[in-house]
DNA sequence: CAGCATCCTATTGGATACTG
DNA sequence: CAGTATCCAATAGGATGCTG
């Protein structure tokens, strides 16, 4: 069965889908996200404006940049800081909490970066049968 | 733009949506995959079979698995071996290419699993707004 | 045991347009 | 600049049933 009836209603907004029992499995989720690894992975050198995030993570839209910064937030994992000023001046940084998580992503990060050809190349072998 | 057309007819399996320029990006969508960073952090202990890992895997389907898997040995990431015998006998273990993926993921694992419930803090403080 | 095929829904996420 | 809202398409992924 499971939801057939379309649920009892339960509507959150993102990422919360079926972890009503395992938090870790939640984190890991938000945590590892499409966007969610970039922006981590991104903001460990220095805290970074919404245009600079957008501008540094390529092919993010503005949609989902702030979706995921606004979930990464609520986790505590990002600060949000407004400056006050006349063009509103938003910029965000890890929290003591998402930098434990951001740097295991940003190791893997860069060891993507560096074996993806080799994975490429496994592919080709792979499909040459 | 885009896809408006339906593409043109490119189907591939799982994974490859729209990575044909950046291989990279590909890989780390394979590997922070729902089910991936588990099944290759499960296999840095040792190798295990089809029905040891969807037992230590909890909530995942058989689809998904088998699915998954298939991806990660089509990526070199992860090795195939069938033991021939009569109840059809099949383990998965990591590559050297594997392994060096599966490692920071797997810390990131632990650190998840320590730090879950300040982020659930974190999320109540947050919506106790 | 180790899977694959089919059907179907929920979630992801892109495009576009608008706001403080 | 820093978003939000709406609409819509693609995909992930669960349920179920079958096979070597």
Redesign the interface.
Known sequence: MGRSAGGTGVRRSMGDAFHSD????????H??S?WG?LILAALRKRDLRFFELRGRI??VSEKMLSQTLRML?????IRRTVSPASPPQVSYGLTA?GA??AE??D???E???T?????????R???AR
């Open positions: 395992c938090p870790a499995r939640m984190v890991l989720d945590v590892t499409k690894v390529e092919g937030v609520r986790d505590g994992l909490l434990a998580l295991p992503l190791t893997l990060l060891r993507v970066r074996r993806a050809r080799q994975v490429l190349a496994a592919q072998a792979h499909d």
